[in-house]
């Protein structure tokens, strides 16, 4: 049979394809691919939708062509790598789970996150797990990042898997979505797959035991179809999303409140560090745009700047 599919697990040589005529079909490689212009170490990732075809009584079926990708996010790339990875494609939402205390995510890590979401162009969501274990100061610090995120139009779920809080909410965002799920190591990601689809519960630790035996250093994305509908890809091993690409656009394109107040900035070509009359400046001053953001945004201007040296 011939016929088009959605890549759900990609190893490089081999991928899983899947539809509805052939259920689970692993195929490998033949042709050439469309690769949206980027120095692509992987011609086939998570969420591809692929043209496949499987010979009556063979297991091996072929890919034969890559559907154009709706959007898709590459891995970060050591600064001297010129080629990318890209680790999933044809995202409807990135969902990123944040914890104030174990582990604590840093101000930064989010906005290098949201900074990918924006540039794109995949809404974000913060998803803040653990509440069960904070105190005072813990709260005030959701209630900050609720303050500077919902404010930029950030969606903020609070929730805690351990005492089943906010469940059906985090249900109904998933619902029908194919969503990428991230986050720091430890944050919860596998405990919310293994409660929204506890069918998987043998599967994720099936993935985790092959990572320990070590064959491969690199990890691959994998997308879990949910029984509500939807998909959740987890990157496991994936420490952070590529903002290399995006030089087109100056970087405070991709940090919304910033972009916004920018306008009135005296001159046109302003990238808000040490300007005069600087309106983003200006903002951080008066305390409309949070200090947070605005150091995040230093940080990450600096790292693009210096990795640009290298190309
Ligand atoms: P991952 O690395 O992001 O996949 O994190 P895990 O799902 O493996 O979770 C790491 C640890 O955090 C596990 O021991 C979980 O039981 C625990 N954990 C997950 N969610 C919660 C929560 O809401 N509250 C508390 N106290 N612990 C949690
Ligand atoms: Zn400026």
Same mark, same amino acid.
């Given at each position: 049979?011939?016929?088009?599919?959605?890549?759900?697990?990609?190893?490089?040589?081999?991928?899983?394809?899947?539809?509805?005529?052939?259920?689970?079909? #692993? %195929?490998?490689?033949?042709?050439?691919?469309? /690769?949206?212009?980027?120095? *692509? $170490?992987?011609?086939?990732? !998570?969420?591809?939708?692929?043209?496949?075809?499987?010979?009556?009584?063979?297991?091996?079926?072929?890919?034969?062509?890559?559907?154009?990708?709706?959007?898709?996010?590459?891995?970060?790339?050591?600064?001297?790598?010129?080629?990318?990875?890209?680790?999933?494609?044809?995202?409807?939402?990135?969902?990123?789970?944040?914890?104030?205390?174990?582990?604590?995510?840093?101000?930064?890590?989010?906005?290098?996150?949201?900074?990918?979401?924006?540039?794109?162009?995949?809404?974000?969501?913060?998803?803040?797990?653990?509440?069960?274990?904070?105190?005072?100061?813990?709260?005030?610090?959701?209630?900050?990042?609720?303050?500077?995120?919902?404010?930029?139009?950030?969606?903020?779920? #609070? %929730?805690?898997?351990?005492?089943?809080?906010? /469940?059906?909410?985090?249900? *109904? $965002?998933?619902?029908?979505? !194919?969503?990428?799920?991230?986050?720091?190591?430890?944050?919860?990601?596998?405990?919310?797959?293994?409660?929204?689809?506890?069918?998987?519960?043998?599967?994720?630790?099936?993935?985790?035991?092959?990572?320990?035996?070590?064959?491969?250093?690199?990890?691959?994305?994998?997308?879990?179809?949910?029984?509500?509908?939807?998909?959740?890809?987890?990157?496991?091993?994936?420490?952070?999303?590529?903002?290399?690409?995006?030089?087109?656009?100056?970087?405070?394109?991709?940090?919304?409140?910033?972009?916004?107040?920018?306008?009135?900035?005296?001159?046109?070509?302003?990238?808000?560090?040490?300007?005069?009359?600087?309106?983003?400046?200006?903002?951080?001053?008066?305390?409309?745009?949070?200090?947070?953001?605005?150091?995040?945004?230093?940080?990450?201007?600096?790292?693009?700047?210096?990795?640009?040296?290298?190309?």
């Amino acid at each position: 049979m011939e016929g088009e599919g959605r890549v759900i697990k990609s190893t490089g040589s081999s991928s899983l394809v899947s539809s509805p005529e052939a259920g689970l079909t #692993e %195929c490998v490689i033949s042709g050439k691919y469309r /690769l949206e212009g980027l120095r *692509s $170490t992987n011609p086939v990732v !998570v969420g591809d939708w692929v043209m496949f075809s499987i010979q009556e009584g063979e297991k091996l079926g072929r890919i034969s062509d890559v559907l154009p990708r709706k959007n898709y996010i590459i891995r970060k790339s050591t600064k001297l790598s010129k080629s990318h990875q890209i680790i999933a494609s044809n995202i409807d939402q990135l969902m990123l789970m944040v914890t104030v205390v174990n582990p604590v995510t840093h101000a930064e890590f989010i906005d290098r996150y949201l900074v990918t979401s924006e540039a794109y162009n995949i809404p974000a969501i913060l998803l803040i797990n653990k509440t069960d274990l904070y105190g005072e100061t813990e709260i005030m610090t959701v209630e900050e990042w609720r303050r500077i995120y919902e404010e930029i139009g950030y969606v903020c779920i #609070e %929730c805690s898997l351990e005492k089943m809080v906010n /469940l059906d909410l985090i249900k *109904s $965002t998933l619902k029908e979505k !194919v969503t990428l799920l991230a986050g720091n190591s430890g944050v919860g990601k596998s405990t919310l797959i293994n409660i929204i689809e506890p069918s998987l519960n043998l599967k994720t630790r099936e993935i985790s035991q092959s990572h320990k035996s070590g064959k491969h250093t690199t990890t691959f994305a994998e997308m879990f179809e949910l029984g509500i509908g939807g998909f959740i890809i987890d990157t496991p091993g994936i420490r952070g999303f590529g903002i290399t690409d995006m030089e087109d656009e100056p970087l405070y394109h991709y940090f919304p409140e910033l972009f916004k107040v920018s306008t009135g900035c005296k001159y046109h070509n302003c990238i808000h560090v040490n300007e005069p009359e600087c309106a983003v400046i200006q903002s951080v001053e008066s305390g409309k745009i949070s200090l947070s953001r605005y150091k995040s945004y230093l940080n990450l201007l600096d790292e693009q700047q210096n990795s640009s040296k290298y190309r």
